[in-house]
């Protein structure tokens, strides 16, 4: 367990990364979303760990990250298993839910859209692929999320690959990181792969 000089002082720093960042996503035009979206997309689909993959957790888009929705319909099409985060209230975290249609979509505790509360709960220990959005990555695997914690809970229950995405503008140096939270295996970007050295 990090110190508690250690744990304030990575707070603070994610805090004011989270700041800076969101000044960088929020400055991109329409045009600038799609463009990138569209270009980490087609990196996944063109993968192996995407076409190897029968069961992939992806994420539905808030302000500021990469929309995933070719990614989303390809997998239904091709006959993936496709989960989303859903939020337990009597948890107070996220589950990884299956998802068959992206009308069925409803928003969730946050305003995000998930699927709905009759859609099973998917067994995350057979999960071939996680996809998470971040504020931010570094070239180690590091990410920063929005904070709270939510995702790297839920992410530490997965044993797939984890796979981050974000604009070039979003990976950094290094990014403050605690012990909890979950490291990438590999991060798609509009420019490219960036694959972290093994630990």
Same mark, same amino acid.
């Given at each position: 367990m990090n110190e508690p000089g250690t744990n304030s002082e990575a707070r603070l720093a994610k805090r004011l990364a989270r700041e800076e960042l969101r000044l960088t996503s929020g400055g991109l035009s329409l045009g600038q979303a799609m463009a990138a979206s569209e270009a980490v997309c087609r990196l996944i689909l063109e993968s192996a760990a995407w076409r190897e993959a029968g069961q992939a957790m992806l994420y539905m888009a808030t302000p500021g990250e990469l929309d995933l929705n070719q990614l #989303?319909?390809?997998? +239904?099409?091709t006959g993936k298993k496709i989960a989303l985060p859903r939020y337990s209230a009597k948890k107070e975290a996220y589950e990884a839910c299956a998802l068959s249609h992206l009308s069925d979509l409803v928003p969730g505790k946050f305003g995000i859209l998930e699927p709905p509360e009759d859609n099973p709960i998917m067994d995350t220990m057979q999960l071939d692929l996680a996809i998470v959005g971040g504020v @931010?990555? /570094? *070239? +180690? !695997?590091? *990410? +920063?999320? *929005? !904070? !709270?914690?939510?995702?790297? *809970? =839920? =992410? @530490?229950?997965?044993? @797939?690959?984890?796979? !981050?995405?974000? #604009?070039d503008e979003q990976v950094r140096r290094d990014v403050p990181v605690e012990r909890? /939270?979950?490291k990438m295996d590999m991060i798609a970007t509009p420019s490219g792969w960036l694959v972290p050295p093994p630990a």
């Open positions: #989303l319909i390809n997998g +239904l099409e @931010a990555f /570094d *070239r +180690l !695997g590091g *990410r +920063l999320g *929005r !904070g !709270g914690g939510f995702f790297d *809970r =839920l =992410l @530490a229950g997965i044993p @797939a690959a984890k796979c !981050g995405v974000c #604009l909890h /939270d979950v």
